[in-house]
């Protein structure tokens, strides 16, 4: 069955910075599209970066543009988000999920998921 494992997570202060890792097995990664989705304590799950199966096209939510870096290894089945700068209101549960839509800034449109992995910021 399709697996998609996230890590990286963890607590860490203002400014700092977190790579998070995503395996998948189960499915033909380079078929896929990536992306990086989030969901804060009471608040809806929010698109974060995305990345087209061939890198081509790559999406980010403005509220991380600048500072996060979304890439992938195809031949080792990884999507990697690269947080820096980070601040307090990027705390929450990070997602990956993969897709064969091209709507890629829409959770509907993910047919698989993580089972997230936790980023706090402190202030």
């Known amino acids: 069955q399709v697996q998609l494992v996230e890590s990286g997570g963890g607590l860490v202060q203002a400014g700092a910075s977190l790579r998070l890792s995503c395996v998948a097995s189960g499915l033909t990664f380079s078929n896929y599209a990536m992306g990086w989705f989030r969901q804060a304590p009471g608040k809806e799950r929010e698109f974060v970066a995305a990345?087209?199966?061939?890198?081509?096209?790559?999406y980010y939510a403005n509220s991380v543009k600048g500072r996060f870096t979304i890439s992938r290894d195809n031949a080792k089945n990884t999507v990697y988000l690269q947080m820096t700068s980070l601040k307090p209101e990027d705390t929450a549960v990070y997602y990956c999920?993969?897709?064969?839509?091209?709507?890629?800034?829409?959770?509907?449109?993910?047919?698989?998921w993580g089972q997230g992995t936790q980023v706090t910021v402190s202030s």
């Open positions: 999920a993969a897709s064969t839509s091209t709507l890629l800034i829409l959770p509907s449109k993910y047919g698989y």
């Open positions: 990345i087209s199966w061939g890198a081509i096209r790559i």
